[in-house]
């Protein structure tokens, strides 16, 4: 085993430190969580699927010249990647109005928006992440103007980008939820993409049945979670070099 030292667990990953100053280590686990904790399961391959979706869908956004956190795969659950401080916002985009924003505002499940809508939440469990306005931001200082506005632009070309990208092999980017750190190269700071893409972090249709690919499985308890998500995967293709992989799905597919 080796003896790397962890600097940080959270629900779903646990961060190491990395090879190299500047790096760290993302290990993707097979626990899921929702309601903030309230719910709590271990999901079979759940991780490893994570891992290489994120990685694809990372690799893709920066090869469209958006600056992200992602270096490289290093095994089934691991990724290397740059250490940034994090940014402590949620950043949100939604395309079909579904989850708290029906709650919130009486919107109807599945009412298509007239433009992608960004919403912004704090960062923090005890308070069960907060939508906050632009002006929390600023008074509170959680981040600049210029990083806010930095934000919302990559936000907006993701959302673009992965929409085509999904819309592709049959899935409707319904919505989906971004973190941004702040990467120090010498004197200037960036504002980089982190965290994960994955089916945790967006809501997939698939735009055939309407069928969920995403964690509203396991939120809403429809089983079939670990499926779902290695479908997404295949299409993707990012399962194609890996045809021995087994996923053991949860064995509750409806
Ligand atoms: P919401 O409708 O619950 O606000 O979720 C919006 C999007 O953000 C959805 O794609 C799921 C994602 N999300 C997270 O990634 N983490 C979270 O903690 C929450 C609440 C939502
Ligand atoms: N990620 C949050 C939690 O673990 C909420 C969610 O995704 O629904 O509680």
Redesign the pocket.
């Known amino acids: 085993m080796s003896r790397r030292k962890k600097l940080y667990e959270g629900?779903?990953k646990v961060i190491y430190e990395g090879p190299e100053p500047g790096t760290l280590i993302a290990h993707f686990k097979d626990d899921a969580?929702?309601?903030?904790?309230?719910k709590h399961d271990v999901l079979e391959g759940k991780g490893v699927l994570n891992n290489r979706i994120s990685e694809y869908l990372m690799q893709q956004i920066g090869d469209i010249g958006i600056p992200t956190h992602f270096i490289k795969r290093l095994n089934m659950r691991e990724q290397l990647i740059r250490e940034v401080e994090i940014i402590p916002l949620e950043i949100v985009c939604r395309n079909i109005a579904t989850g708290s924003i029906c709650k919130r505002l009486g919107i109807k499940d599945g009412e298509k928006l007239s433009r992608p809508i960004v919403e912004y939440f704090y960062k923090d469990d005890e308070l069960g992440?907060p939508l906050v306005a632009e002006e929390h931001i600023a008074a509170f200082n959680w981040a600049g103007p210029q990083e806010v506005e930095d934000m919302v632009s990559m936000t907006l070309r993701v959302n673009d980008f992965l929409s085509g990208l999904f819309a592709a092999v049959n899935i409707r980017l319904v919505d989906f939820k971004l973190e941004f750190g702040r990467h120090y190269e010498g004197e200037l700071v960036r504002t980089i993409l982190a965290d994960e893409i994955s089916p945790?972090s967006c809501r997939l249709w698939d735009i055939g049945s309407g069928r969920k690919l995403d964690?509203d499985r396991f939120?809403q308890n429809m089983g079939g979670v670990t499926d779902a998500y290695a479908e997404v995967a295949r299409r993707l293709g990012v399962l194609k070099d890996q045809p021995r992989l087994k996923i053991i799905s949860n064995g509750d597919e409806e």
Do not use: H
């Open positions: 629900k779903a969580t929702a309601f903030n904790n309230e992440d945790d964690k939120r």
